[in-house]
């Protein structure tokens, strides 16, 4: 595929939800619902998803990881659950396991969105990585489980005039994906503004 084709396709989005509970329908997940619900008031460009709700077992996550970027070929994979420190919180693991490189601001950024709220945000160990095939790239990034954190760590945190106080991590999603070879992806700036260099800005349509 030549990059312009890569870059105007539409954005492909893997969602997985890990919850031993809600994989067994204990109780309704709440992640899946409250990621599209953000992705879909966020996200101007054209877009399409693919979800799984697993167990919280390593070789699950690892296995659906896999799956979403290699077969599936997602452009995006964000989990949600399971990076607390209990013995069955394993999504950081599984995330690391399929990884070719590390991408340790987008953890570090995620515990500081959630420092604003709870100090028990230094127990959170999220972490975002790369992973690459020969023909194909992806952002793996690891989200807290509640639907407020996950609209927070992706948003960021506004004042009441609408002012930025804290960066959420998307602003630097789609700039991370034009340099893996991803499709070129805009959002609505009301609820996210993407940063990009001046260099890679597109110019905007005419009206």
């Avoid at 899946?32 to 693919?50: I, K, Y």
């Avoid at 945190?157 to 630097?172: M, N, P, S, T």
């Avoid at 991803?182 to 001046?198: A, L, N, S």
Wanted: proline share 6%; charged share 20%.
């Amino acid at each position: 595929m030549q990059a312009t084709e890569a870059a105007d396709r539409a954005l492909r989005i893997g969602l997985v939800s890990v919850s031993d509970r809600a994989s067994s329908g204990v109780y309704q997940d709440q992640g899946l619902p409250a990621l599209q619900e953000w992705f879909s008031a966020a996200l101007s460009s054209t877009w399409v998803m693919e979800t799984r709700l697993i167990p919280d077992e390593r070789a699950a996550i690892e296995q659906a990881l896999i799956d979403l970027v290699d077969v599936a070929r997602c452009d995006l994979v964000i989990t949600t659950g399971g990076t607390g420190p209990a013995r069955r919180d394993v999504t950081p693991e599984a995330t690391l396991a399929v990884a070719t490189k590390e991408m340790p601001g987008f953890g570090e950024q995620m515990r500081q969105i959630s420092l604003q709220f709870v100090p028990t945000a230094i127990l959170s160990r999220q972490v975002a990585v790369i992973r690459e095939t020969a023909t194909h790239a992806a952002l793996i990034m690891n989200l807290p489980g509640q639907p407020k954190s996950i609209k927070e760590t992706l948003e960021g945190l506004k004042d009441a005039e609408g002012k930025q106080i804290v960066a959420g991590i998307f602003a630097a999603v789609p700039y991370c994906l034009d340099l893996i070879g991803g499709p070129y992806v805009e959002t609505r700036e009301q609820v996210c503004k993407v940063f990009r260099p001046k260099s890679a800005l597109r110019p905007k349509p005419a009206a």
